[in-house]
C-alpha cells in the first residue's frame, strides 16, 4: 500500500506556469506505475498524464500534451508536474495515482479514465485566472 500527498497547486494567471509534486509513503514507490488526474468542477476525473515505474515512458492527454511534463524521482519517492502555458481551462482539482499494474497503467492511457485499483491523494487546487 503507498499513501500519497500532493503539494504545490494554487493561483496563476493564464500563461503563468505551476510545478505540482507527489510524495509517495512507500520505499516500493519504484513498482509503481504513476498518474496524473484531475477533476474540474461538474466533471469527471480524467487523465491528464502518466509515467512508467522507471520514468522512461510517459504520456499525455491531448490537452496538455506538449505544455505539461511529468518526472519521477525514485530515490527520493516523489512524481512531478511541470505545468506550462497554462490555460483557464487547466483549472481543477489534481490528483496522483498509483497502480502497480501495468494493465492499469495502460488502461489509463486507453480509456483516458481512473481505473478501479489506483492509490490516490487528496488532491491539490489549479486556478487559473484568465
Known amino acids: 500500500q503507498v499513501q500519497l500527498v500532493e503539494s504545490g497547486g494554487g493561483l496563476v494567471q493564464a500563461g503563468g506556469s505551476l510545478r505540482l509534486s507527489c510524495a509517495a509513503s512507500?520505499?516500493?514507490?519504484?513498482?509503481?506505475?504513476m498518474g496524473w488526474f484531475r477533476q474540474a468542477p461538474g466533471k469527471e476525473r480524467e487523465f491528464v498524464a502518466s509515467i512508467s515505474r522507471t520514468g522512461t515512458s510517459s504520456y499525455y492527454a491531448d490537452s496538455v500534451k506538449g505544455r505539461f511534463t511529468a518526472s519521477r524521482d525514485n530515490a527520493k519517492n516523489t512524481m512531478t508536474l511541470q505545468m506550462n502555458s497554462l490555460k483557464f481551462e487547466d483549472t481543477a482539482v489534481y490528483y496522483c495515482?498509483?497502480?502497480?499494474?501495468?494493465?492499469?497503467?495502460?488502461?489509463?492511457?486507453?480509456?483516458?479514465?481512473?481505473?478501479?485499483?489506483?492509490?490516490w491523494g487528496q488532491g491539490t487546487h489549479v486556478t487559473i485566472s484568465s
Open positions: 495515482a498509483a497502480n502497480p499494474e501495468l494493465s492499469g497503467f495502460l488502461d489509463w492511457v486507453r480509456t483516458s479514465r481512473p481505473g478501479s485499483d489506483e492509490y
Open positions: 512507500s520505499d516500493t514507490f519504484s513498482n509503481y506505475y
